[in-house]
């Protein structure tokens, strides 16, 4: 068997994962315990985040012609990429928060929804909230007027029963 079907299934293992991907972040992941590791990777799943690692060259192959096509010049050495189809900000939130307590793992880039950033953007990503944090951030905000105001209108209709 020649060796491009062997790789041929592993490169569209890849672009399957990104595809529809809202972000990847990749990661030198030379040196981490395997507690480390398998600490990071669980998190990573209850976050909704594949992280796999591939040989550098699959990578290369799977994210020619697409958003990700950028991350090419950090494909040396070795990768783990970390993949989110649903919350854009996780894998680079996750990531980081481990690389601050593990000197081994270290971000190298990432691309988050279409745009590329570099280990410092990667950081500064890592820095905004969940989606979902930022909804009930926003729908907090929206129902603190409107139940201030039910309170108001529920007092004036209670000062007008005890004046009749």
Same mark, same amino acid.
């Given at each position: 068997?020649?060796?491009?079907?062997?790789?041929?299934?592993?490169?569209?293992?890849?672009?399957?994962?990104?595809?529809?991907?809202?972000s990847a972040v990749i990661v030198d992941y030379r040196g981490?315990?395997?507690?480390?590791?398998?600490?990071?990777?669980?998190?990573?799943?209850?976050?909704?985040?594949?992280?796999?690692?591939?040989?550098?060259t699959m990578i290369n192959f799977a994210i020619k012609g697409?958003?990700?096509?950028?991350?090419?010049?950090?494909?040396? $050495?070795?990768?783990?990429?970390?993949?989110?189809?649903?919350?854009?900000?996780?894998?680079?939130?996750?990531?980081?928060?481990?690389?601050?307590?593990?000197?081994?793992?270290?971000?190298?880039? $990432?691309?988050?929804? $279409?745009?590329?950033?570099?280990?410092? $953007?990667?950081?500064?990503?890592?820095?905004?909230?969940?989606?979902?944090?930022?909804?009930?951030?926003?729908?907090?905000?929206?129902?603190s007027p409107i139940t201030n105001f039910a309170r108001v209108?529920?007092?004036?209709?209670?000062?007008?029963?005890?004046?009749?």
């Amino acid at each position: 068997m020649a060796k491009v079907e062997i790789k041929k299934p592993i490169v569209d293992e890849i672009s399957e994962l990104l595809n529809g991907a809202q972000s990847a972040v990749i990661v030198d992941y030379r040196g981490l315990t395997v507690e480390e590791d398998t600490k990071l990777r669980k998190e990573l799943r209850e976050a909704g985040v594949v992280y796999k690692v591939y040989k550098n060259t699959m990578i290369n192959f799977a994210i020619k012609g697409t958003d990700f096509e950028s991350l090419a010049p950090h494909l040396e $050495g070795p990768t783990a990429i970390a993949v989110s189809k649903d919350d854009a900000t996780a894998p680079a939130r996750v990531l980081y928060k481990h690389a601050k307590d593990i000197e081994a793992l270290e971000l190298k880039a $990432g691309v988050v929804e $279409g745009i590329y950033y570099d280990a410092e $953007g990667i950081k500064s990503i890592a820095s905004i909230p969940s989606r979902e944090e930022l909804l009930s951030k926003l729908l907090g905000s929206i129902q603190s007027p409107i139940t201030n105001f039910a309170r108001v209108i529920k007092q004036i209709a209670e000062q007008q029963e005890n004046n009749a």
